[in-house]
């Protein structure tokens, strides 16, 4: 497809000088004050205890030391007391640090705007094989052009995390996207045991692929959140010899920047569960990330089929996917919860935005066709970035799709720049 050709605002068509001196000014003031799923196709018929039961129920496996790139040879997993757990980085490698306010002229240049939506990719299966993808599996190849095209597009990957709590890093001019993988399937993450007993990451698995378009472009951002499932630790539908590495997966995660999602305890479906049930299999995933990785963050629940509690039903429910609940004398208190398929999302500043209803896209050809194409035509309606996490820089001439959806309450903190 065609490199994106930039939609300029109404104010590159104006060079009389008393425009250009309303943009002086108004920069001159502006720096002087700054501040899964698979609702269609479930993986199995068993219930969440048959199913737990049926791959042996919770996963452990030996540490190893962890290594940085596709290709770099993990030490084989030693005796004696595992080693702590990886620390989180502040922010994962190669996120940009902020910028200061922008001068009028790059204003003008970037048009940033960040009211506009913002894409999250939604993935589950990955295979090499064509004949076996459908709207669940995606090719390796089709991975790396949906990449690639990301890229062409002047997007950039950042953390999921960051749009939920709106502190999105990335470079002026850049339309930040967000990547996400359910399941935990074998295909997003293989280690491939080399003679010497040390691992490599499979350079055709889905982290291999990233890995490889990160080390190429590292204007492209990073990130990738991975709702694991505690029976599905990278090593389901057929290859039971990557259960072993269950826990060193889980800690190069976090060791490279990447994030771990609360998917439930057994994929259970939260349209009508008791509220007991509820509460476990949230809190039990949870229990499991802890066991794992006990650094990681587990507050952004993936739901299961896309389903949410029937409200009328459980109204309870509702309440504590929102506000958190006690389970077990622990409390358990989420940020977002992510939907299936849908579209695009609104900023977090948006009217429209709730962080327990976030959107994505599906990742399949028909429907990555209908929306590549809506947002290279509608390339306005973009979230692009100022570059400052701390300011909310918004256009005033909006397209009709964004007009009346700011919402100031969502902003509180942040300095908001209109131009």
Same mark, same amino acid.
């Given at each position: ?142 991975? +790396?052009?949906? =990449? @690639? %095209?990301?890229?062409? !597009?002047?997007?950039? /990957?950042?953390?999921?995390? &960051?749009?939920?709590? *709106? ?15 359910d399941d935990g399937t074998v295909g997003q993450f293989r280690f491939l045991p080399q003679p010497d007993g040390s691992l490599q990451v499979d ?43 269950? +826990?060193?997966? =889980? @800690? %190069?995660?976090?060791? !490279?920047?990447?994030? /771990?999602?609360?998917?439930? &305890?057994?994929?259970? *479906? ?37 389903n949410y509690p029937d409200p009328e039903r459980h109204p309870n429910q509702w309440a504590w996917l929102r506000e958190g609940f006690s389970f ?92």
């Amino acid at each position: 497809m065609p490199v994106f050709q930039r939609i300029g605002t109404w104010c590159r068509t104006r060079p009389d000088s008393a425009f250009v001196i309303v943009l002086v000014l108004l920069w001159v003031v502006g720096t002087g004050t700054r501040g899964s799923d698979r609702a269609a196709r479930p993986e199995t018929a068993m219930t969440d205890g048959q199913q737990v039961e049926a791959r042996g129920g919770l996963v452990s496996s030996p540490d190893a030391s962890l290594h940085a790139s596709v290709g770099t040879p993990i030490a084989p997993p030693s005796s004696g007391s595992p080693p702590a757990s990886p620390a989180i980085a502040a922010t994962p490698p190669g996120t940009p640090e902020p910028t200061g306010l922008l001068a009028a002229a790059e204003v003008e240049n970037l048009a940033p705007n960040e009211l506009g939506r913002i894409p999250i990719l939604e993935y589950h299966d990955f295979t090499t094989d064509p004949t076996q993808e459908d709207q669940w599996t995606r090719t390796i190849d089709d991975f +790396r052009a949906d =990449l @690639q %095209w990301l890229y062409d !597009h002047n997007f950039y /990957i950042v953390p999921l995390r &960051d749009i939920v709590v *709106d502190q999105i890093s990335a470079p002026p001019g850049k339309h930040p996207a967000a990547l996400t993988f359910d399941d935990g399937t074998v295909g997003q993450f293989r280690f491939l045991p080399q003679p010497d007993g040390s691992l490599q990451v499979d350079p055709n698995s889905a982290v291999g692929v990233l890995e490889d378009m990160f080390a190429a472009h590292p204007d492209f951002g990073r990130g990738g959140h991975f709702a694991v499932l505690p029976f599905n630790c990278f090593d389901v539908p057929d290859e039971p010899d990557q259960e072993p590495y269950c +826990r060193e997966k =889980l @800690q %190069w995660f976090i060791a !490279h920047g990447y994030e /771990i999602g609360n998917h439930t &305890d057994g994929h259970t *479906d939260l349209l009508d569960v008791d509220d007991e049930r509820f509460k476990a299999t949230i809190a039990g995933a949870v229990a499991w990330i802890e066991e794992h990785v006990p650094d990681a963050d587990w507050d952004i629940l993936t739901m299961p089929f896309g389903n949410y509690p029937d409200p009328e039903r459980h109204p309870n429910q509702w309440a504590w996917l929102r506000e958190g609940f006690s389970f077990n004398g622990r409390q358990i208190t989420l940020v977002a919860a992510l939907k299936v398929g849908a579209g695009p999302a609104p900023s977090p500043v948006s009217a429209t935005w709730d962080p327990f209803m976030v959107p994505r896209i599906q990742a399949f050809d028909e429907w990555l066709a209908r929306w590549w194409a809506e947002l290279e035509l509608e390339a306005e309606t973009l979230y692009t970035s100022d570059g400052n996490p701390d300011t909310i820089t918004i256009p005033e001439n909006l397209p009709p799709a964004l007009e009346g959806t700011f919402d100031p309450t969502k902003a509180a903190g942040k300095r908001v720049i209109e131009y």
